[in-house]
């Protein structure tokens, strides 16, 4: 990191990254505030597989901003999971909003899987 200040790359690199970081997909708040309790509860579920995804990314910066990601194929695989796990909160917020509660909770279930890959992947150590 010491690194990357001196050359003064890291300022640059972090406006680049939330430029390109698509801020629509990130956890904000409830929608919907005035709906019946099942819809509210659904929701909160998204809410909450959309916060883990927040937080496998910011698990997965701290490895590539520490170098300590394992290898470029493992760092291609990470984002590969990061990113399906954002388009499936899109798809889960879809399918709440036309009351699927099944297919929800399948999308979720999915996006757990990809959090947790992405996590692991993140934590494996460089050889």
Not at 5 to 19: E, N
Not at 87 to 114: C, F, P, S, Y
């Amino acid at each position: 990191m010491k690194t990357l200040v001196k050359r003064g790359l890291l300022i640059p690199g972090m406006l680049l990254v939330s430029c390109l970081w698509p801020s629509h997909l990130t956890a904000g708040p409830l929608e919907g505030e005035g709906a019946d309790h099942a819809y509210q509860e659904v929701l909160r579920t998204v809410h909450q597989a959309a916060h883990e995804v927040d937080d496998a990314w910011e698990v997965y910066h701290r490895a590539a901003l520490g170098g300590t990601v394992a290898s470029p194929a493992l760092q291609a695989t990470i984002e590969e999971h990061l990113h399906e796990a954002r388009t499936l909160i899109t798809q889960a917020l879809e399918a709440a909003r036309q009351g699927d509660n099944r297919k929800v909770e399948q999308l979720v279930n999915l996006v757990r899987i990809h959090t947790a890959h992405a996590i692991e992947g993140s934590k494996e150590p460089k050889k």
